[in-house]
């Protein structure tokens, strides 16, 4: 017999989660919807509840599905979680602060990534499935449990977003919702590597977002080498609806660019790149690749940018009118930076937070085993 695996709570947006509480009064749903934008540790924590209607819910559902695992922190301020999932699996949430200190957190949207780029440390492990609204909900309460200032969400962790459309819109419509979080579309970015019918969905029905493709190389040739996805989502098109998305929600797009060295910083790039760009109104954003061990391209180690190709790089596209940001190299010391997650280490430390209680994962995972 199975065991009944109680509905988690955290995900779920306004409208579902009052239906689940049926018959509770729709005031009684809008206070728990607060609760979990607070980031309450429990059911029993909702002290504007009566105490047997806290048990009640307790014992018919689960607040939260996954855990802090583990975490690791950088010198230069980039805190990594590492997260465990009701079913073992092991995702990962980064929080980055800039210059400026403001805090940005980064949010994975599958275990693993189907896509394969080359020099993406995710890709290399596959799609082990998609997360749910609630697991990708809860890597944005783990990280506000260790920094409670928090200004921009970046959907840039492990996997495609535009792949997982469903759990994503959930997501956005409970981190926008002024009943719990609140928080601005202008507050939020999206990237994908490119996902023509995803975009398309974006521009038609989803969210405002700020959106952000991973170009790399406008070079389709040396694209579709790189990022096998370019080859049934041609660069012509992606254009195309990146064009309509823009006239559709009015907001700058950020064009990233993964400048590998020796590869794909020549002129013919930055000119491909400044073509693609023309009609758009854009931002480029390069990030010199973060080194990843053992990652190949056709039989070559891939390398890091030198100093003079990144200054090349931005020289080209600067003299051809485009606004240019260079994403500096957060979080390398624990492989916590662009494209290095996905990385399975030791368990460095045990944290607790509100949202992440060991008792509700081993609950889970219990549920699971046939008896
Ligand atoms: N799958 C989505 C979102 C996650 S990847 C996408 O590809 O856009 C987030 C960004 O990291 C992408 O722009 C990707 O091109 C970049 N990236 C991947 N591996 C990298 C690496 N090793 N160094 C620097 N950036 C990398
Ligand atoms: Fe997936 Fe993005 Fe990594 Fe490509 S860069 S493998 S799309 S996570």
Redesign the pocket.
Known sequence: MHHQVKPVLSGLPFEALAEILKPLPHFRAEQVFRWIARGVSSFQGMTNLAIPLREDLEGRFSLYSSVIAGRAADPDGTVKLYIRLYDGERIEAVLLTDGAGRKTACLSTQAG?P?A?V?????TRGLTRNLDSGEILEQFLHLRSIEPEIANIV???????LLNLPELYKTLAVLTDSRGFGLSKRRIT????GIIAGIRHLAATGPAVGL???L?TADTKLRSRLMPITLSNPLPLLKDVLYDYQQQQGRRITL?A?LLGGINTRQEDSDALAAFAAGLDVVVNL??????EG?VFEGQALQEPSRREIAGYIQRLEGRGLKVTRRLHKGRGIAG????LGALPEISEQVSSPASRVGTWLFHVKSHVKI
């Open positions: 990534c896509l780029c020099f993406c440390k995710t890709g959907f840039m962790g492990m996997g495609e977003p999206l990237s994908t590597s952000a493709l991973s790399t990233e993964v990030i010199p690749w973060n080194p990843v990652m930076a662009c494209g290095q």
